[in-house]
């Protein structure tokens, strides 16, 4: 039985916008979150997530696109459990007395090198530490993207997990006027007590 989620849509930073849905996710969607991206005022973001019944995913969607990236679209977030519990733990060799704890290990922008118009994926991989398995952790994914020191991109997810190792995965498709350059990409997952933080970048053309 599929999982269902009132969906929350709000702009942070930049322009308000709210929408309410309510989505179903089939059983064969386990083990995958995914949520449902519009275009909006000055390419902000108006998404949901959906709770498939592996990724045990809960949560809402905040952040736009703003500047360079005006007029663009944040398509459909996606998130899905890549080990267990007891695999990223024997990994990591964590002692439960260390307490929560986040380790992100890869963060990557697909592809590197892309033209205006064109789609580019940031996918971010971390590790969720817990002291007792099946504890559920809220947490909250955000990535910020950023073009000659502007912050012109912040999509954020607030959601809830038990441990494990985890990619979360937001497309993003560029208006077809994307100022060229380089644009610095941070990601970050953070608990109320751990947080980790990477970089990347991807370069319009």
Do not use: W
């Amino acid at each position: 039985m599929g999982i269902k989620l009132i969906t929350l849509l709000t702009l942070a930073a930049f322009t308000l916008v709210g929408i309410a849905g309510c989505i179903t996710v089939p059983k064969e969607h386990e083990g995958a979150a995914k949520g449902a991206g519009y275009g909006g005022a000055a390419g902000a973001l108006a998404g949901a997530i959906l709770a498939g019944e592996g990724s045990r995913t809960k949560g809402a969607v905040l952040g736009g696109l703003a500047g360079a990236l005006i007029g663009g679209v944040i398509g459909n977030y996606t998130i899905d459990k890549k080990l267990t519990a007891e695999e990223t733990s024997a990994r990591y060799n964590v002692q439960p007395s260390s307490g929560t704890m986040i380790r992100l290990e890869n963060v990557t922008t697909i592809p590197a090198s892309v033209a205006p118009g064109e789609r580019v994926e940031v996918q971010s991989t971390y590790a969720l530490l817990t002291p007792t398995t099946g504890e559920q952790v809220a947490l909250t994914e955000s990535v910020e993207i950023y073009h000659e020191g502007e912050l012109v991109g912040n999509p954020e997810a607030m959601v809830t997990h038990s441990g494990g190792t985890y990619t979360f995965t937001i497309p993003i498709i560029l208006p077809k006027d994307a100022k060229k350059g380089t644009y610095k990409v941070i990601s970050t997952v953070k608990t109320a007590t751990a947080k980790d933080r990477r970089e990347t970048s991807f370069t319009v053309r």
